[in-house]
């Protein structure tokens, strides 16, 4: 039993290591804007940090075809809104964790008017179906639906949905230094701790 444990732990903490982590900064420059706009070769298992750092935004997951849209699948990921103070010296943070890591996977702000006018973000977009063709899709669009919710006054709407989304929390400035441990890793070495101390 101790050796199953064991083996569980040491399975999960390798899949961890080998995970990569990337932050895209939403807001950056108190613009209405994705940094960077997409990311290629992202993995399965790989965590992609959003960051948000100005003004009201909010991240969803949407179609190629229809790029301000809440994607219907469920469940769904959405961050909610995150209103970010200007002269904020904490950011709020809401991480996903890809699960499928060959087909591309499409993003928006969730405040239609931002999406409309281009921001948005993609994961592994492909010679068929390019970042540039997906921005344009969203300028174009005119049979966008309101997306779900409204704005929190206070920022801290909490995300919606599961799945593969970790949490929303706050974080330091980039470039801080800072930390910030989502639930999934926590329970990971929480884990390797549990079988350090049976071990012992």
């Known amino acids: 039993m101790l050796f199953n444990t064991v083996a569980v732990a040491a399975l999960a903490f390798a899949t961890l290591a080998q995970a990569v982590n ?3 900064i939403v807001g950056k420059d108190n613009q209405n804007v994705f940094d960077p706009t ?43 809104f995150q209103e970010i103070a200007a002269n904020a010296s904490e950011y709020k943070q809401y991480t996903v964790q890809i699960t499928n890591g060959t087909a591309p996977q499409w993003f928006y702000c969730t405040r239609v008017a931002h999406c409309k ?12 179906r390019t970042f540039a063709a997906f921005q344009a899709n969203a300028v ?4 966008t639906t309101p997306n779900p919710g409204t704005p929190a006054g206070n920022g801290t709407t909490p995300a919606t949905g ?6 929303t929390g706050t974080t330091n400035p980039p470039g801080s230094g800072a930390l910030s441990v ?6 990971v070495l929480a ?9 012992l």
């Open 22 to 24: 990337y932050t895209v």
């Open 38 to 80: 997409s990311l290629s070769d992202v993995k399965a298992g790989d965590f992609i940090d959003f960051l948000f750092v100005s003004k009201a935004h909010g991240v969803g997951r949407s179609t190629f075809a229809d790029p301000c849209t809440q994607n219907a699948e469920t469940p769904q990921i959405n961050s909610g």
């Open 117 to 128: 006018a281009g921001m948005v973000f993609a994961v592994n977009p492909n010679a068929n």
């Open 140 to 143: 174009g669009n005119t049979t």
């Open 162 to 167: 599961g799945g593969d989304q970790t949490n």
């Open 182 to 187: 989502t639930a999934s890793r926590a329970t």
């Open 191 to 199: 884990v390797l701790g549990l079988v350090a101390g049976l071990t």
